[in-house]
C-alpha cells in the first residue's frame, strides 16, 4: 500500500514565522492524524527554503553571516511546530546536500531534453516576492501584482525553462481534471489565467556576481539557481527521488500540496510544467487556503501587522488555537482574524460546550459512583443516534475534502446533544430518587459518548483528546491506528480520574 504523502509549502527564512505560517501547518497536520487515525501510512513534508536574494539581505541586515542565519530561522521553525504539536515525519531544508544534489539532476534531465537555453533576459522583478512579471502586469498592477511594491528592472543573461512549450498541454490537463486545483475557485482563477495570458520562458538562474547565495547551477559556474525552481523541487527530493527509490516510488505522485492562495501560481503553473518535462506524474491536488486578514488587510511582515502565533499559544494555549484556526472559517476561504473572535469561539465552544460537558461528568462519575461505571447491557439513547450516523457516514467524507469547519460542525452538534441530555434527565434528580442503574446507564452513555468525541477531535486538538481519554481511564494507543474503524458505542468499564477542567474560560481582557 501507498503512503499518504502531503506537504506544506518551505518556508523563508529571512524573517520569523507568523500566523500564516502556523495555518498552513495547522492544516496540514490536522490532515495526517486524520488519516493515521483512518489507519493510512502517512508521509508529512515540511521545511525551510533557505536561498535567495532577500535571505541574504535579510542576514546582511543582522550583521550574520548567511550560513548561520539560516540555520537559526530554520530551528526557530523547527520550534514553533513542535509547540504545534506538528507531527511531520521529515523537515527538509534546500540548503542540505540531498536536496542539492537533486537540483542539480533535474536540470542536467531538462537540459538535455532541449527545456533549457541561455538567452538576454530583460524583465520585472520584485525582490521581496522573488518573482519576475511582464511590463503589462507590472502597469496594470503598478506594481508588483502580489505585494504592490516596487519592481526594479534587469537586464542580463541567463538560463530559460521552457515554460511556453507547456502551455497548451497544461490547460488541456487542467480542463481533464478539474480537482488538480481546489478549491475550485482557485482552480477557475489558473484556467482563467492560462486562457488570457500567454506563458513567458521562465528564468531560472541569477549570476552569481550578482547574487551568490543560492545552488550553483550545473550548467554554468557562473550563475546560481533560481529560489523558486530550487524550492519547488523539494517536494521530490524529500520524497527520496535520485537517493531512494523505493521510497519515492511508494510516494509519487504528492497526494496534497497545502499552500497559501498566493503562491498557487508557483505551484499550479510553474510545478506541473517542471514534472511534465522530468516525465513524473503529476500531484493528486494542489489545495490553496485563504489568507487570515486584520480588517481588510492580509497578515504579512509587508504590511506590518504580524500576529505572533507563540504570543497567542501563551494566552490561549495551542489547542486553543488550532480549534480557532481551524473552526472559524472554511479552508478555502479568507478569515478575519481578532481577539474578540477568539473569545468568543474558545469560550463558547471549548470552555461551555466541551469543557463544562466533560468536567461534569466526570465530576458525576466521582461523586455518584467512585469514579467506576459499567454496564452490562448497551443503551444508546435515542437522541444520540443520528448524530452519531452523522458521524459515522459523514465525517470521514468531510475531512478527505478538507472541509474541517464542517466536521467539527458535526462533533459540536453531538456534544451540544450530550449537553441537553444532561440538563433534560437530571441526574442530580436520578441520584436523590435513589435510581441508580438509571443514573449508571446515563453516566455510561456520556462518558462513551466523551470517549467517541475524543476520537473525532484528535486531528483537530491531539492534546485535548489525550487529556480526555487519560481522564477515562482510556489508552492513547486507541489513538494510533484505525481508530476511526472501531469507533462506535461499546460495553465496557470507565475508571475515571477527573482532572482540572480542559478550557478555563478566558477573560476579555485584550483588544482587537
Known amino acids: 500500500m501507498s503512503d499518504f504523502y502531503l506537504t506544506t509549502p518551505l518556508y523563508y527564512v529571512n524573517a520569523s514565522p507568523h500566523i500564516g505560517h502556523a495555518y498552513t501547518n495547522v492544516i496540514s497536520d ?10 493510512e501510512s502517512v508521509f508529512f513534508l515540511t521545511g ?14 543582522c550583521n550574520e553571516d548567511v550560513e548561520k542565519f539560516v540555520e537559526e530561522k530554520a530551528q526557530t521553525f523547527k520550534s514553533l511546530w513542535k509547540q504545534l504539536n506538528i507531527s511531520y515525519d521529515f523537515f527538509i531544508r534546500t540548503t542540505e546536500k540531498s536536496h542539492v544534489d537533486v537540483v542539480s539532476k533535474v536540470i542536467k534531465t531538462v537540459y538535455d531534453k532541449g527545456d533549457i537555453y541561455k538567452s538576454k533576459y530583460r524583465g520585472f522583478y520584485c525582490l521581496p516576492c522573488e518573482s519576475f512579471w ?27 525553462f521552457k515554460l511556453s512549450k507547456y502551455q497548451e498541454w497544461l490547460l488541456e490537463y487542467l480542463k481533464n481534471n478539474p480537482g488538480f486545483v481546489k478549491p475550485k475557485t482557485r482552480y477557475n482563477e489558473v484556467v482563467s489565467f492560462l486562457e488570457r495570458n500567454t506563458l513567458e520562458d521562465l528564468c531560472i538562474s541569477r549570476p552569481k556576481k550578482r547574487l551568490g547565495w543560492g545552488i550553483d547551477f550545473p550548467l554554468d559556474n557562473n550563475y546560481v539557481v533560481y529560489v523558486w525552481f530550487d524550492a519547488l523541487i523539494n517536494y521530490i527530493s524529500g520524497a527520496g527521488y535520485l537517493s531512494d527509490s523505493d521510497k519515492f516510488n511508494s510516494l509519487w505522485p504528492v497526494d496534497i500540496h497545502f499552500m497559501a492562495k498566493d503562491i498557487l501560481r508557483h505551484h499550479a503553473i510553474f510545478w506541473p510544467i517542471m514534472l511534465k518535462a522530468l516525465e ?26 504580524i500576529v505572533n502565533p507563540l504570543e497567542l499559544i501563551k494566552t490561549i494555549g495551542v489547542d486553543g488555537l488550532r480549534y480557532f484556526l481551524l473552526r472559524e472559517v472554511p479552508v478555502g476561504v479568507d478569515g478575519n482574524f481578532s481577539w474578540s473572535a477568539i473569545i468568543n469561539r474558545l469560550n463558547s465552544d471549548l470552555a461551555n460546550d466541551l469543557g463544562n460537558l466533560v468536567y461534569r461528568t466526570l465530576n458525576m462519575a466521582e461523586k455518584y459512583f467512585k469514579g467506576v461505571v459499567q454496564v452490562k447491557e448497551l443503551h444508546i439513547p435515542e437522541r444520540f443516534k443520528p448524530h452519531l450516523d452523522c458521524l459515522q457516514n459523514d465525517y470521514a467524507a468531510s ?28 441526574p442530580w434528580i436520578l441520584w436523590k430518587e435513589k435510581k441508580l442503574d438509571e443514573l449508571n446507564s446515563f453516566l455510561f452513555s456520556l462518558l462513551e459518548g466523551i470517549r467517541i468525541t475524543a476520537i473525532y477531535i484528535y486531528p483537530f486538538m491531539p492534546s485535548t483528546s489525550e487529556a480526555i481519554l487519560r481522564q ?3 489508552d492513547n494507543d486507541v489513538l494510533s491506528s484505525n481508530a476511526l474503524k472501531d469507533v462506535a458505542f461499546r460495553i465496557g468499564k470507565f475508571r475515571v480520574k477527573k482532572e482540572e477542567p480542559l478550557f478555563p474560560r478566558i477573560e476579555s481582557e485584550s483588544s482587537d
Open 280 to 305: 513524473l506524474e503529476m500531484p493528486r491536488v494542489i489545495f490553496a487556503h485563504g489568507w487570515w486578514k486584520i480588517g481588510e488587510d492580509k497578515i504579512s511582515k509587508s504590511r506590518g501587522n
Open 30 to 39: 490536522c490532515m495526517a492524524r486524520f488519516r493515521r487515525l483512518n489507519g
Open 48 to 61: 525551510t527554503d533557505e536561498h535567495g536574494e532577500k535571505i541574504k539581505k535579510a542576514a546582511e541586515d
Open 134 to 160: 511582464t511590463e503589462s502586469q507590472v502597469k496594470e498592477a503598478a506594481g508588483c501584482p502580489d505585494c504592490k511594491r516596487d519592481v526594479e528592472i534587469i537586464e542580463e543573461d541567463n538560463y530559460f
Open 399 to 426: 475531512m478527505e475534502e478538507v472541509d474541517f469547519s464542517s466536521a467539527l460542525d458535526k462533533i459540536w452538534k453531538f456534544i451540544n446533544i450530550m449537553n441537553k441530555h444532561v440538563e433534560d434527565t437530571k
Open 472 to 474: 477515562l481511564g482510556i
